[in-house]
């Protein structure tokens, strides 16, 4: 049985082309980059080359470049950091971020940070009206994904960058769903933008911040003074060289894979409301170019993913409590679903690899889908 995996928001496969690099990388320049031997200083020439190539994407400068093991950890440290070990003042987020920024920007509420939550609604995510209204004299940090990772829908985050700079107040940018699937763009307004190498074909293990200058932050892990101060520990870097080629590839290539994954994207969506009465899409906003979130009505969206799963297709659901028992998705909810639309709702999401024949095959797994 052929898989099909359509599950490409929550990891990539890696790019055939950097493998040879991540075990060159690995295997060969295996030196510490904070060593002054030779073998040290070849790796460290490897990273001041990665920083250096990712910076020259983004036309930033190389010291805004910082790594980490994952935008998990990025959110992380520039959350916790901004705001440092005694939070206070005014946060604006969305009710439909990731939870790498929803648990902790909680976790800084119950010290002491108070938080305005903007709707998303059933757009899919906040407007620039929206966080308008929300600011405050207190106002310290706006912090805001650039595309949800459950439904695709694309925040206005440049706008919400321009306000956010009109009235002095740094905006962080999560935008992990970004890259790979839509070009970005730096307004002055956006201070740190955060990006995870296993979204966009690199191996998992490295991801990366633009971190602006200006932006003042804490070290959230201590220890040594690798990547600027900001991230102690020794870098992993065959997965950071890989990252950075990874980077370099999908900018090079993004325009010639974006609009034929969109328009399979589009053809999938069609066929699926055709065969599917009374089936919808979640999200009415712009979306990025690869993802569907569909509510299938009256079905039982586990039975589907588990029907889908044994005829070799991969998609998502909800996330899983620790128990294992199915919790409908808190984003879906918040958007307006009911608890029964929730859960009978899949995220199917492709990649530069995904192809027609794949979309028809599944399809006509759908299509028997009692």
Do not use: W
Not at 28 to 57: C, E, M, W
Not at 123 to 152: F, S
Not at 299 to 325: F, K, N, P, W
């Amino acid at each position: 049985m052929k898989r099909i995996y359509l599950d490409n928001n929550a990891t990539t496969p890696v790019d055939p082309r950097l493998l040879e690099l991540f075990v060159s990388a690995a295997f060969t320049t295996f030196g510490n980059p904070s060593s002054i031997h030779g073998y040290g200083q070849a790796a460290k020439a490897l990273l001041v080359k990665a920083r250096d190539d990712i910076a020259k994407i983004f036309g930033v400068r190389s010291p805004e470049i910082v790594f980490t093991a994952t935008a998990t950890e990025a959110l992380n440290m520039l959350l916790k950091g901004f705001f440092g070990s005694k939070p206070s003042g005014h946060l604006i987020t969305s009710n439909v971020e990731h939870l790498a920024v929803y648990a902790t920007v909680e976790r800084l509420k119950s010290e002491g940070l108070e938080v305005t939550y903007l709707e998303a609604g059933s757009y899919g995510a906040p407007q620039p009206e929206d966080l308008i209204k929300a600011i405050r004299p207190d106002t310290r940090l706006v912090v805001l994904m650039g595309a949800n990772n459950e439904t695709g829908v694309l925040t206005d985050y440049k706008a919400m960058g321009d306000i956010a700079l009109k009235h002095a107040i740094p905006c962080i940018v999560d935008g992990v769903q970004l890259f790979g699937k839509e070009n970005i763009t730096l307004s002055p307004g956006i201070s740190a933008i955060c990006f995870s190498g296993h979204k966009c074909y690199a191996p998992k293990g490295a991801a990366f911040t633009i971190v602006r200058r200006g932006l003042k932050l804490e070290p959230h892990l201590t220890g040594g003074h690798q990547e600027h101060g900001l991230r102690a520990g020794t870098e992993n870097l065959a997965s950071i060289v890989t990252l950075a080629q990874g980077a370099t590839f999908i900018a090079e290539e993004l325009n010639s894979f974006k609009e034929p994954m969109r328009e399979l994207r589009d053809y999938f969506e069609e066929r699926v409301l055709a065969l599917k009465p009374g089936a919808k899409i979640n999200g009415t906003g712009p979306r990025i170019a690869n993802t569907s979130n569909i509510c299938f009505k009256d079905i039982d969206g586990e039975a589907l993913l588990m029907y889908l799963d044994l005829h070799g297709v991969a998609a998502s659901l909800g996330s899983a409590c620790s128990s294992g028992a199915l919790e409908p998705s808190r984003v879906l909810l918040n958007m307006g679903l009911t608890r029964q639309e929730a859960l009978a709702s899949i995220r199917f999401s492709l990649g530069r690899y995904t192809t027609k024949e794949e979309i028809d095959e599944t399809l006509k797994i759908i299509t028997r889908f009692a």
